[in-house]
């Protein structure tokens, strides 16, 4: 096999197996430049990347532990964008399934911004294009592991990796309109708790924000889909047998969604809230704190609503 130290050492496909086993070792940046050059000349000759999927979809797989490098992150998403630009249906099911079990396998949060960078690729090619290969079921799965990469992201990333991912997601959102409700449908049929805290916190700050206009039917989506979530994941969490606190990241993931609501919308929410109130206050009012406090209305007048109820209750408790 060719082990040089230039791009023209390497012989591909032959050398496929090197470039993967070899992606820890000094030298990886180059032997991913030679990749990509081969795959550069291939695409050039109008030549299809069908026999050499596999191969480079493990080099993807393989080079997950090395992504904190820079240029190894650059260049091996060099390679799937030409992986996913210049394919047909079965190099865009092949890059899902490695985008699923690259999800599986990494604890990295370096890793799981690229996953999600590299999922928006495939959304932006596969689902939203012109001749859309990606629909249907087969969105609603990309979605759906969007948003659960997202919430491990907001869950255990740090600031700069989220910012980074709300970034991919709104230019995502921005440049491809009829998305928002593709993704807000996904979104209210989340029930896992990563995907919970990636919907909610990836969509709201796009979909509540002020300065983006959206259809009145997608606002209007927007804001169902979210009094859903939040009845069924939060208000719901302190009910029953195993009844508990929602957690912090699900909490406040609504708070732009709480921030934009207006006086008859959150009169309509408050019956709810102050029954879960007033039954388990030790479960639910940290996490009723937590969003009155993004609340941009007067809440004097629902004073005489709550008050009663954390008199009769706190005490007590």
């Not at 991913?32 to 050059?37: D, G, I, K, N, R």
Request: charged share 20%; with cysteine; aromatic share 8%.
């Amino acid at each position: 096999m060719g082990k040089g130290s230039n791009v023209e050492d390497f012989e591909f496909p032959r050398d496929y197996p090197f470039v993967e086993y070899a992606i820890d070792r000094s030298g990886s940046t180059i032997r991913l430049e030679a990749v990509l050059t081969y795959l550069s000349a291939k695409v050039l000759e109008g030549s299809d990347l069908v026999d050499d999927l596999k191969p480079l979809l493990r080099i993807v797989l393989s080079s997950l532990g090395q992504l904190n490098n820079p240029l190894i992150r650059k260049r091996t998403s060099a390679i799937w964008k030409t992986i996913i630009t210049t394919g047909g249906k079965t190099q865009i099911e092949g890059c899902f399934a490695c985008l699923s079990a690259a999800a599986k396998r990494t604890d990295n949060p370096v890793a799981w911004t690229a996953l999600v960078e590299w999922s928006c690729d495939l959304a932006r090619y596969a689902a939203f294009s012109e001749n859309s290969l990606f629909s249907g079921a087969a969105f609603n799965k990309l979605a759906s592991l969007q948003f659960g990469l997202l919430g491990k992201i907001f869950m255990n990333g740090d600031g700069c990796h989220r910012q980074k991912c709300l970034a991919l997601l709104s230019s995502l959102l921005a440049r491809h309109p009829t998305s928002y409700a593709q993704y807000l449908q996904v979104a209210a049929s989340c029930t896992d708790l990563s995907e919970l805290v990636g919907a909610t916190s990836a969509l709201g700050p796009v979909c509540f924000d002020p300065a983006r206009k959206l259809p009145d039917e997608v606002a209007a989506l927007a804001r169902t889909t979210f009094q859903s979530l939040y009845s069924s994941s939060v208000l719901a969490a302190t009910e029953g047998r195993d009844g508990r606190s929602p957690p912090d990241p699900l909490t406040l993931a609504f708070n732009p969604w709480f921030r934009s609501l207006t006086h008859d919308e959150l009169a309509a929410l408050l019956p709810e809230m102050t029954r879960i109130l007033r039954r388990t206050p030790e479960l639910y009012l940290r996490s009723l704190s937590l969003s009155v406090a993004a609340l941009s209305l007067d809440t004097s007048r629902y004073l005489p609503q709550l008050t009663p109820v954390l008199v009769d209750r706190l005490p007590a408790d």
